[in-house]
Nanobody, 121 residues
């Protein structure tokens, strides 16, 4: 079965950095688009960044220039490097995998349990 295990969250001061990791198993990681989403209390879940199998990336405007998504296909791991953190980055961060099905043009989305990121002095 598909499993996504996030780690790296915690408490950090404004301006600090964290690196989130998501270790994936149960699917062909190297061909699967991966993403990071976040959800703060009272807010909708939002896309932070995603990365496709060919390496192309997209970022939310709010994190552009501060966050970097990357993947290591040999380790089945996707990372989110977060620099210059702001209090408004506080949220639960979720790893997402878009797993292609045998049926053409079909996929399932899978989610990790999430890791808490708190930015506060």
């Amino acid at each position: 079965q598909v499993q996504l295990v996030e780690s790296g969250g915690g408490l950090v001061q404004p301006g600090g950095s964290l690196r989130l990791s998501c270790v994936a198993s149960g699917f062909i990681f190297s061909i699967s688009p991966m993403g990071w989403y976040r959800q703060a209390p009272g807010k909708q879940r939002e896309l932070v960044a995603n990365i496709i199998s060919g390496g192309g990336t997209n970022y939310a405007d709010s994190v552009k220039g501060r966050f970097t998504i990357s993947r290591d296909n040999a380790k089945n791991t996707v990372y989110l490097q977060m620099n210059s953190l702001k209090p408004e980055d506080t949220a639960v961060y979720y790893c997402n995998a878009r797993v292609m099905k045998i049926l053409p043009n079909r996929f399932d989305d899978y989610w990790g349990q999430g890791t808490q990121v708190t930015v506060s002095s």
